[in-house]
């Protein structure tokens, strides 16, 4: 392992603003000390980022609209099935509704879990428990890693009640169990269950959890993604399973025997006759009902939505839970999503800044491709696979002009015929896991967007090999029109680039231009690449944020499209002579950050980002122009010798 002598993200608590600090000692504080000092954490809210202040704003602009919607004063836009997205708004926001049905809606279906006897009986009902309730088990239809045109069937364990596997080593964990198990028993108590029987139903939970998270895999394992490649032939599969009869289920539940299937977590399979078991019947049925009356008590009551606050709260630090009306504009945003999407898009997007945000891709483009012709570590041959790929990436951006079919399918009952909030969710994840299984036998559609036009996101997928930038980033401190263009290539310009990036990433490089995994690297060539991506995990590794310690390996795919996206921008700018002093502050202010401590813990157990301030610093520290523009010095904060500099891209 490599030792960094200098000072990794700059000198002083990147935390702690200080006004005055010097841009050569920690250019992150010289940036946003003063943001920091004067912004306010909303009380329903954990942290405010720079994509948290754009939210916000999206937020509030959203609400409104769909408060006029509701109220008759706007006229519906044509964007298709964005009325349903409204009534589902309507159901949410009428609390008199909710509040007198309290605990209604949910109780044929907390009587069906209830009811379960025992083990076999747990078996015969499965197939339909799945379709309102957590099994110790999951199935999904997602593009066959191989070959990216078909769909295959996928098989993964279940989630934890805390963020990660590490968060049960950690001192808080028997704390945060315990908030759990209190507010669990009291939502079930509300529920009409008895005071015992909710602690029996409790303790059961956590002791099947307990025996989850010494199998379920880590944040720091998922984010090795091609690792969730494991095809099986479906005998093999089957065979694996002693006490479940899976034969049963797939029938019931996915309608066919596939011929393959991809295991996601192989040790959760090696270990599944340890978990799935008769005599775990009442910690499975314990753990199922602590899960779905925590999951659906966002949907009923404000009471319930209060009782159901505590361990939300306790993770994250938010001092209070969001009014009703943000709620009502959640649900129907999280479920309408890519239509909300599209409106905001056409409704608050121009098309200058479309055309202007597009030439600039183009420009990181070619500024890339340059970059991979010049490259000085890559063999010819790879340099041309590379550039094959990149030239293979396909564009989408602002919002998709089709919305994707499941949105036609969804059917929302108004209360005033019958329906309720819960019941209508119901429907949807029913309608949804239908949607999903159809895809078995259909072509993997590449029109299909990642993230919705209304999200302060951008993604790269590598099934699809395609860069996603919803139309909400594209606004300050990011991209304006009227901003010049050295401090748009550092705010878009190196998110652009970030996303190309992820084409070559540790997860990213294993795949080719039509998205299948697939090695098109030099032997040589793909052993340096690894050298490099392991000073990529050094540089950040242990590196103290606030209470918690980096794991550099963990978010190494996201710090190597840093450095990429940086550097890309970087040069964009200097090919047309812009101020590079311009980039690297915008590059700091956009990772502008304040958070709170428990917040902070869990981001950073799960999260395959750096935290923003390390983000900022650590990346502008490899940078040779930024040592010249700031006459950076050996004795300054921000010096990293020129060999601890990481250069990948």
């Not at 009380?43 to 994509?51: I, P, Q, T, V």
């Not at 479940?244 to 192989?266: M, N």
């Not at 040069?571 to 401590?597: C, G, H, M, P, V």
Request: proline share 5%; aromatic share 10%; with cysteine.
């Amino acid at each position: 392992m490599k030792k960094i002598i200098g000072v990794r993200g700059g000198s002083g608590d990147i935390i702690e603003p200080k006004v005055g600090t010097r841009p050569q000692d920690n250019m992150y504080l010289a940036v946003n000390s003063e943001w920091i000092e004067k912004t306010k954490i909303p009380s329903d809210r954990a942290r405010m980022a720079s994509f948290d202040g754009i939210a916000v704003a999206v937020e509030k602009q959203l609400m409104k609209d769909f408060a006029d919607f509701a109220d008759g004063k706007k006229e519906l836009p044509d964007v298709p099935n964005f009325d349903k997205a409204v009534e589902l708004y309507k159901i949410a926001r009428d609390f008199d509704k909710r509040n007198r049905d309290g605990a209604t809606p949910i109780k044929p279906d907390l009587e069906i879990l209830e009811g379960i006897k025992d083990f076999a009986d747990f078996n015969l009902n499965a197939p339909g428990l799945a379709t309102f309730a957590a099994l110790p088990f999951s199935f999904s239809v997602d593009p066959d890693m191989k070959n990216t045109n078909v769909n295959v069937l996928n098989f993964g364990g279940p989630g934890l009640f805390l963020p990660d596997t590490t968060t049960y080593e950690t001192p808080d964990a028997e704390k945060l169990l315990a908030i759990l198990k209190k507010q669990s028993v009291n939502l079930l108590k509300m529920a009409g269950v008895s005071e015992a029987q909710a602690e029996k139903y409790a303790d059961d939970a956590l002791k099947f959890d307990a025996k989850l998270a010494k199998v379920v895999k880590s944040a720091e394992e998922w984010a090795d993604y091609p690792a969730t490649y494991n095809p099986m032939k479906i005998e093999d599969f089957e065979a694996k399973f002693k006490n479940f009869k899976i034969e049963y289920y797939l029938k019931e539940a996915i309608g066919e025997i596939p011929d393959r299937i991809i295991v996601a977590e192989p040790r959760y399979l090696d270990h599944v006759n340890e978990i799935i078991n008769e005599d775990n019947f009442a910690e499975i049925k314990g753990w199922m009902l602590v899960n779905f009356i925590n999951d659906v008590a966002s949907s009923l009551s404000q009471e319930f939505r209060e009782a159901a606050f505590p361990f939300s709260q306790a993770l994250s630090g938010q001092p209070e839970l969001s009014s009703g009306e943000k709620q009502a504009f959640h649900i129907a945003d999280g479920d309408f999503s890519e239509v909300v999407g599209v409106y905001y898009g056409k409704t608050y997007f121009g098309e200058d800044a479309k055309k202007d945000v597009t030439d600039m891709i183009h420009r990181m483009l070619k500024v890339y491709e340059e970059r991979l012709a010049n490259n000085d570590w890559l063999s010819e041959a790879t340099k041309k696979q590379a550039i094959v790929k990149l030239k293979a990436l396909v564009l989408k951006i602002g919002y998709p002009d089709k919305i994707e079919e499941i949105y036609n399918r969804l059917k929302v009952i108004p209360t005033s015929q019958g329906g309720s909030l819960y019941a209508n969710e119901r429907a949807f994840t029913i309608e949804e896991r239908k949607y999903n299984i159809e895809q078995l036998h259909k072509e993997v559609d590449r029109t299909v967007w990642a993230m919705p036009g209304d999200l302060v996101n951008a993604c790269y997928d590598p099934s699809r090999n395609d860069l996603t930038f919803p139309a909400a980033i594209l606004q300050a401190p990011f991209y304006d029109l009227k901003q010049d263009r050295a401090t748009n290539y550092g705010g878009i310009g190196s998110v652009i680039a970030h996303e190309v990036s992820h084409a070559f990433d540790n997860n990213g490089s294993q795949f080719d231009e039509f998205g299948n995994m697939r090695n098109w690297w030099a032997k040589e060539d793909y052993a340096e690449f690894k050298k490099r991506t392991q000073a990529e995990i050094d540089i950040f590794d242990g590196l103290q944020y606030g209470p918690v310690k980096l794991n550099g390996k963990q978010i190494v795919s996201e710090n190597i499209a840093d450095q990429g996206g940086l550097t890309a921008a970087v040069e964009a700018a200097k090919n047309e002579n812009e101020d590079l002093k311009k980039l690297f502050t915008n590059f700091a202010r956009i990772w502008a950050n304040k958070q709170l401590t428990e917040s902070i813990k869990t981001q950073t157990a799960v999260d395959v980002h750096a935290p923003g301030p390390l983000r900022a610093n650590v990346q502008i520290q490899c940078q040779d122009d930024f040592y010249k523009v700031f006459d950076v010095k050996p004795s300054d904060g921000m010096w990293l010798d020129p060999d601890e500099r990481v250069k990948i891209w």
